[in-house]
């Protein structure tokens, strides 16, 4: 909206400034010019604004409710109830619908989860599924070897 109003009072500013200089009348053009400043005043403002409100900050997310994974494909469509944690948001629980979450990093009850969260709105909340362990990656023990559901 601020940027509809700044190209607007942009048009009128030097629409006033050339009429005011063809027309010699100077008051004119000191009308045309602080309407010039009121342009620029809507845009630096509208930018400051939206850049606040499409802030992301990086964050962590409990599970709370997850549906068990589908039964067969790589991937399924998942509605999680996530209690989000990060800068400025501070166990706000959300619901997340993610259409193509990897059966192999399916969330489970109590899971910790990394998150992109908008820092203005935390219903505007991803979780980063590049960054999650798949279920084989987080039972390997990397100083034994093997898996650590294994028995001995």
């Known amino acids: ?23 010699r009348t100077w008051w004119v053009c000191a009308v045309g010019g602080a309407v010039g400043l009121l342009a620029l005043a809507l845009r630096v403002f509208g930018q400051r604004r939206t850049g606040l409100l499409r802030m992301y900050v990086f964050g962590t997310a409990r599970v709370v409710d997850a549906p068990p994974p589908p039964e067969s494909g790589l991937v399924g469509r998942c509605e999680l109830e996530l209690m989000v944690f990060a800068a400025g948001i501070d166990g706000v629980t959300v619901r997340v619908r993610d259409p193509a979450v990897p059966v192999s990093k399916w969330p489970e009850v109590g899971a910790t989860l990394p998150v992109e969260v908008r820092a203005m709105s935390p ?12 279920h084989a990656m987080a039972e390997y023990d990397p100083y034994s070897g093997q898996s650590s559901s294994s028995d001995p």
């Open 123 to 134: 219903r505007r909340t991803r979780v980063l599924w590049d960054q999650v362990l798949t």
């Open 1 to 23: 909206m601020f940027a509809k109003l700044a190209w607007v009072a942009t048009l009128i500013a030097v629409y006033l400034a050339l009429f005011g200089a063809g027309a």
